[in-house]
C-alpha cells in the first residue's frame, strides 16, 4: 500500500481522557476535511473525515456523523468487546473538520433498547443518522450525559464516561450489544454516531474460518520499474515495503504481491541497495501464502473488455540490465601478507581481492528468470472493485486465470453467509464477505484509536452472529483495500485482534478456493467509457511504439521500457484518483507521440531535374540517442519521373544525414509531387510523408545531341546532292556535244564528288556558274585524250 499520512499518524499518537476528564486538543488539521455547514454553528463546514468501506453493502456501514463536519465516534475504551458483567468504560471521539468552532454542549449516551440477533437490525441500528435537514436522535435508551467543552476549527476531543454493569441487565443475552452518541449545542441535535459490538459474556458455539487478503503494493505511477532510490527509501527499517512486511509476515493473511518489486531489486544486480535485498530475502522467508497480481498491479478488467488477445505483460529488462551488476567475481593472484619481512609466522594474511568478470551475454537474468517466485499459485485475478462485466471472468479463465476474487458489489446479494467459494458467470470465482470486508478495510485505515476500536467492534459483531446463526459457512474471505488508505500498523493490529477473537479462526486462501461453491449471479460492473478508451489508446500507443523501434538494431531498448510504463499506467491504484491519472495518461501519450515522431524527413525546396538520370536528395532527422536504419522511398505523383530504386541508409544518434535516391526522367515536361516517406527495414512505416515539389524539364542532354545529329547529316546530305546533281550535268552536256565519257573519267567525277562533299562547306555551298563549269569541261577534255594516248 501506500505511505500513511503524517496528519494520521499525529492524530493516532494522541492521549485519551478517562473517568469523564476531558481532553481537547486544538490545532490538529484533519486530512481530507471538506468546507461544509450546519443550521447553527457554521456556514462553511468541512467534510467528515470518517473512512468507510467502498466494497461494502451501504446497509452495512457505519454513519459516523450526521452534519458534515462534525464526527462522533463511540468505542470501549481498551478493549472491541463488552463484557456486561463489568463496568462498561467507553469513549466518545468528537471531530470538529469545520472552520468555526463548536460551542459547548451535551453528549448523551445511548443504548439499543433491544436485543440484536440478525443483520438486519445490526443495519437498522448502524444507518440511524440524520437526513438532509439535520440530525435525527437515536431510537435507544439514554444512558448518560455529559457536558461537551467549546471545540476549536480541527481539533478532536475524546471524553471517557464509565457506565455501571447493570446498564446493560435487560440485553445482557444479546450477541450485539449497540450504542451510540449524540451531540447537542443549544438543544440543537448536531450529530449522531451509532456503532456495535460483540458481547464477550456469551460463549463461542463454532468460530467462522476466514481467509484474508492483502495486496503488498506501492503506490501509482507512471514508471514500470521501481528506481534503487525509491526502493532504498521503501525497504529501509520504517519504508513503506518494510511495514507491509512487517504487518503481514508470519499472520494469517495472503499476500498478494505486484511482481515489478521483485523483478526492480533483482534488474538491479549488485547495485541493488542492500535493504532491498534483504527485504527479498525476508519476503522469501515468510509462511504466508502468497499469489502474484498483474504487473504493476495493472486493470486486467479493463483489458478484458477491450478483448485485446492477450493480458498485458512485461516484454523484458535488458535495456536495464547492466553486465557489470552480474559480473561473478573471480579471486585475484595478488595476496598481501603481513610479517613476512620481520621473518615471523605471526602476521595476518590477507584474502585475495576479488576480481570481477563480465558475464557473457546470455549469461545475464532473463524476464523470466527476474519475475520467477516461488508461488503458493499464480491462477487468482484480483480485478479492482466493482469492475467486472459479463464474460469477463472467460477471458481470464482462458488466459489462465482460472479463479477471481470478485468484490461484493459485483454480484447479486444471496444467501447470507454463504462460502466464499462461487460460480458467477460459468466461472470459477470467490466472493468477498461484504459484512466483514467493509468493517476490515475501515479498521485497517482508520486514523485515531476510537476509530479503529469501533470498526473492530463492528468486525467482531458481525462474527458473533455468524456464530449465533444456524447455518455455518465452510470459509469466508475478506479483502483489504488497495489505494491510499491502509496504515501499516493498523493493519498489523487488527490482523492480531482477529487473531485473538475467538468468533473466528484463520484460513487458508487454498482452503476458501476449496470450499463447496454455491451459484451467484454477476451484477455487470463495466468500467466507464471514458477509462476504457484511455486504456486503449495505451495500449494502441504502445503496439506503434513496438513496430516503431525496428528502426533500432535491438528493437527492445525502446520496446521493453515502454510496455512497463504502460502497464504501470494501468495499475488499479489510479482509478482512485481519476484527475491525476488522467493528467498522467496524457503526459505519457505525449512523450511517445515524440518518439513516434523522432526520425522524419526533413521538408525540402523545390528542385529541378533537368536530365535523363539523377537523384532526389533526402535529409532524414534522428533525435534519438541510438543510431537507427531507415529505407528512403520516393513516390513521384505522375508519370515524368520514374523512381529507379530505394535507399536504404542508417543515422547516427542525435544527428541529421542527407541520402540520394535515384530517379529517371520520363515523357514531358511539367510539375511532379515527390512524396518521400520512411520504412523500417521490417517494412513498417516511420514518421509521416513529406511531399516535395519538382519540376522536369524532359531531357535537355537528348534534345541537344539530338540536333546536332541533324544538322550532320544535312550537312553531309546537301554536298553529296551537289555533286550529284554537276556529275549529271556533264553527261548531259557530254552527249549534246557527242562525246562520250569514259568509265574511268566518270569514276574520277564521283571520286571527285566525294571529296568535294567531304570539303564542302554544307548549306552555305552554291550552284556553280556555267562560264567555270565550261571552263571545268574544256580542262577535263585534254586530260581525257592524253589518257587515250
Known sequence: MVPESN????RCSRVESTNGARRPRRGLTMAGAAVAAFAVLTSAPLAANATVSAAAEPTAQTVASTVDGVALRVAPTA????????????????????????PAGTLRLVRSDDTIDDPAEID????????????????GTIVAEIDSATLAPGAVDVVSVTLPPETVDDIDDSPVLGFGAELLVDGALVATSAEVFANSALPVASPT?????????VPASSTGRLSADDLATWTSPFGLLSRQLDAVAGRSVTVAIDPRIIASIRALGSSAPATAVAWLERLAGIPNEIFPLAYADADVAAQAQLGIPALLAPTGFSDVLDAANFAAPTEGDDTATEGDDAGGDGGATASPTPTPTAPAPDALPTTEELLAWPYTRTDIAWPADDTIATGDLAYLGAAGLTTSILSPGNVAPGSQWANAASTVDGASAVVADSRLTAPLREATSALSDTEWRAAVGQLSAELALIDAADVRPTALLATIARGTGTQSERLEATLDELAANPWATSASFTDVVGAPPVSRTLIDEPETQQRIANVERIIRTGENITAFATVLEDPTILSDPTRRDALALLDVAWIADRTAWDAAVGEWLVAQRRTLGAVSVVPSSPINVVSSETGVPTTILNALPYPVTVVVDVAPSNGRLIVEDQATVTIAPESRTTTTVPVAAGIGSGSVTLTVSLTSVDGVPIGSPVSIPANVQADWEGLGAAIIGIIVVVFFGVGVWRNIRRLRRKRAEAAANGEAVEPAAAAEVESGAETDAATSTGPDVVDADPAIEEQSAETDEPRAERRDD
Open 79 to 102: 478493549a472491541t468487546t463488552i463484557a456486561p458483567e463489568a463496568p462498561v468504560t467507553l469513549e466518545v471521539e468528537v471531530v470538529n473538520a469545520t472552520t468555526e468552532p463548536i
Open 209 to 217: 474460518a476466514l481467509a484474508i487478503t492483502y495486496p503488498l503494493t
Open 7 to 10: 496528519p494520521a499518524r499525529r
Open 124 to 139: 437498522t441500528w448502524l444507518t440511524q443518522a440524520s437526513g438532509p435537514d439535520g440530525a435525527d436522535a437515536i431510537d
